[in-house]
């Protein structure tokens, strides 16, 4: 809408420039050959005065139109895609790389906006305008019409010629760019790591190497850009030359009045602009073509399955048992995964997983927690077995804390209120001190409004765990899910969050994968993983006197302690 008003503006201004030529040619064929005064032309100065300043305002309002749309355009595409996106979950992002999918949001939703400010009226432009002036020109002198008709026609000839080359290495250079984005991306997170491996010098010369692919790959666009718009400028000036040499001999031998030659002339460089600014904004074109190739592929992405948020059955507020009835799940492209997962769970208490590294804990999890869709039908709740319709009901009567939880660059009542952004300053406070983190946040100078930097910048580990901590006692959900943290606490923290672990699961389901066997300790249950399968399941002691999986944790992890 907004850029139909746009190209409805800048048309009208064409039309205004080709009555000020008309204006312009008869004032000064008046002045030169009729010999009149500056007084008995006022009558054509003055609205030649208006003509300009309303295309002043005209060129800028056409401007500002356009631009706004293409702003408007790029928000609302933003919006969509981060729709899909969230609707594909993090696994596709994982999938397609990080940086890719950054780039594809930012640069080329950025990329649109040339396309639809510039490009999109161009070719308006160079549609409406040359045939305004066609128009207005072959009633008065047909002869130069017909060479405006004739040369018109090279211009966009010449374009396409080169376009279709341009596109395929503008293609190229896209693909390079989403390449450059992944690895920049891994390379910055793990910026720490490169630096104490000492590797930052190797990566250098990857990063300039690839720097150095795309560089060529943008040269060699941007040579035929420069060429081809070479070529076309050349194209319109012999144009507008031949139209002028004609005039000239018109004029000469007589067969020509001043006035409609001197029209023409004004005339014949306005008649190929917009066939000349259409070659420039031509690669506009093609990077948003490029673009919209990348956002296709994430628009088009199929999702998991068929999920809508409307289902008439819904999930019981009051849990009162989940079951898992032979779940399998393996990964696409390899065969690892769980295997035959059967379990019962009950509604409160606290239930342990353990087992080695790589035994499917965090599988088993992810498939609990609805993130793999394909096997949801796998899992009952109060003996309703769920479809995928259920999933976003299953996940609000869950609070996950994950191994390394995400904290926002926001302040940390906000990083808090993240699932519960109603909650009142009391809920907070009480959700803080459950998980052993009231004490810190006071201290700190600026308290619960304390900004935290990207990844929790600021907080030490054992904090940046309460905080996440908080975030999950907050939701109150019935089932809390937390990956233990790898990263060791010191023994005061830890025993915080284990007592607030301990009181949660008085009222509350918690899963915990147990990577510390004093956790474990306390667990009404604990569910021995090993290979993809569940080796065993029982209380601690009863597990310990076995001679099983579990014996043999215990075993490794004495032996880790005492090296220690
Ligand atoms: P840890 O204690 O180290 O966290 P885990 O018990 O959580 O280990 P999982 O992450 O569940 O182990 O992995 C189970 C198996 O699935 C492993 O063999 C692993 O290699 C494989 N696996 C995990 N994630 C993927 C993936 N995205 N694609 C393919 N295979 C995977
Ligand atoms: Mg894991």
């Known amino acids: 809408m907004l850029l139909k008003l746009s190209i409805a503006l800048g048309t009208v201004n064409a039309l205004l420039m080709i009555a000020g030529a008309y204006l312009l040619a008869q004032a000064i064929h008046n002045v030169i050959f009729e010999q009149y005064s500056l007084a008995e032309i006022t009558y054509l100065l003055w609205p030649l005065a208006g003509i300009i300043l309303l295309r002043a305002v005209f060129l800028t309002l056409s401007e500002r139109f356009s631009a706004y749309a293409a702003l408007k355009i790029k928000s609302a595409m933003r919006q969509t895609l981060l729709n899909k996106l969230s609707l594909l979950g993090p696994s596709y992002v994982e999938q397609h790389g990080q940086g890719a999918t ?36 072959f009633p008065t002198d047909y002869k130069a019409g017909l060479i405006f008709l004739l040369t018109a026609p090279l211009i966009p000839f010449f374009m396409i010629l080169v376009g279709s080359k341009a596109e395929a290495l503008n293609q190229q250079r896209w693909q390079q760019l989403a390449v450059l984005g992944n690895y920049f991306f891994d390379r910055v997170q793990g910026l720490t790591q490169l630096k104490l491996f000492n590797a930052t010098r190797l990566e250098l010369k990857q990063i300039a190497k690839i720097s150095d692919d795309f560089r060529h790959a943008t040269l060699s666009v941007l040579k035929i850009a420069f060429l081809s718009s070479f070529a076309l400028e050349f194209l319109a000036t012999i144009s507008v030359a031949l139209v002028a040499v004609i005039i000239g001999f018109r004029l000469f ?14 005339l014949a460089p306005e008649f190929y602009l917009p066939l000349r600014q259409l070659g420039s904004h031509y690669h506009a074109r093609l990077q ?26 819904k999930i019981s507020a009051t849990i009162s048992s989940i079951t898992v009835n032979n779940l399998s ?100 406070e009480h959700a803080a001190k459950q998980a052993g983190a009231l004490g810190f946040i006071k201290a700190l100078p600026d308290g619960f409004n304390t900004l935290i930097g990207e990844q929790g ?39 915080v969050i ?18 510390r066997l004093n956790t474990v300790k ?19 002691n009863s597990l310990a006197a076995e001679d099983g999986e579990f014996a043999t944790l215990l075993q490794t992890a004495q032996q880790g302690a005492v090296h220690a």
């Open 102 to 137: 950054l780039n594809t949001l930012h640069n080329g939703v950025e990329a649109l906006h040339d396309y639809y400010a510039k490009y999109l009226p161009g070719v308006a432009y160079s549609a409406l305008i040359p045939l305004a002036i066609l128009i207005v020109i």
């Open 498 to 515: 284990q007592h607030a672990i301990a009181d949660y699961a008085k009222n509350n389901l918690v899963l915990v994968i147990a990577h």
């Open 288 to 313: 948003g073509i490029s673009a919209a190739a990348d956002m296709l592929i994430i628009l088009n992405a199929p999702l998991p399955e068929q999920q809508s948020e409307h289902t008439t059955d």
């Open 329 to 428: 799940f393996t990964y696409p492209n390899s065969d690892e995964g769980i295997k035959n997962i059967n379990l019962s769970l009950p509604n409160k208490g606290l239930i342990a997983v353990v087992g080695a590294s790589g035994s499917g804990k965090s599988t088993l999890f992810d498939c609990l927690l609805g993130f793999h869709p394909e096997v949801i039908k796998h899992i009952s709740i109060n003996q309703q077995i769920l479809s995928t319709a259920h999933i976003g009901q299953l996940q609000s009567h869950i609070a996950w804390i994950p191994q390394s939880a995400t904290l926002f660059y926001d302040t940390i009542a906000a990083n808090i209120k993240l699932a519960k952004p109603n909650a009142t300053q009391q809920e907070l």
């Open 253 to 266: 031998f007589g067969t020509l009045d001043f006035a409609t030659g001197f029209v023409v002339l004004l």
């Open 457 to 495: 910048e600021g907080l030490s580990g054992g904090q940046k765990q309460r905080i996440a901590l908080a975030r999950a006692f907050i939701k109150q959900a019935p089932i809390l899910v937390l990956d233990e943290p790898t990263a060791h606490l010191d023994s005061e923290t830890e025993q």
């Open 522 to 540: 306390n667990a009404e249950q604990l569910i021995v993983m090993h290979n993809g399968k569940i080796a065993q399941q029982g209380c601690f």
